[in-house]
């Protein structure tokens, strides 16, 4: 089955960096594009950032346009987001997500947090 893991996740202080990592499982992944989203307190789930399955392309929200990067290992079947510059607003529960057939799947989650 479908299985998609976060991790990297963790407390930095602003101006700093982490890069997530979400691996996959059960699915062929190298056919398909991926997406990761966030999700602050009190707020909708927003994207962030999607990668074809190539990486031929990338898109990126305004919010994180030349801070972030998404990027993916075809081979480890994990898609990564460095995230340099961080702000508080940065803060949040991030996601990755797979449109699979009719599906959405999702990781269980990692938590950013940017604070002082």
């Known amino acids: 089955q479908v299985r998609l893991v976060e991790s990297g996740g963790g407390l930095v202080q602003p101006g700093g960096s982490l890069r997530l990592s979400c691996a996959a499982s059960?699915?062929?992944?190298?056919?398909?594009?991926m997406s990761w989203y966030r999700q602050a307190p009190g707020k909708e789930r927003e994207l962030v950032a999607t990668?074809?399955?190539?990486?031929?392309?990338?898109n990126y929200a305004d919010s994180v346009k030349g801070r972030f990067t998404i990027s993916r290992d075809n081979a480890k079947n994990t898609v990564y987001l460095q995230m340099n510059g961080l702000k508080p607003e940065d803060t949040a529960v991030y996601y990755c997500?797979?449109?699979?057939?009719?599906?959405?799947?999702w990781g269980q989650g990692t938590q950013v947090t940017v604070s002082s």
């Open positions: 997500k797979l449109v699979y057939g009719l599906m959405n799947y």
């Open positions: 059960g699915f062929t992944f190298s056919s398909y594009s």
């Open positions: 990668i074809t399955s190539t990486s031929s392309r990338t």
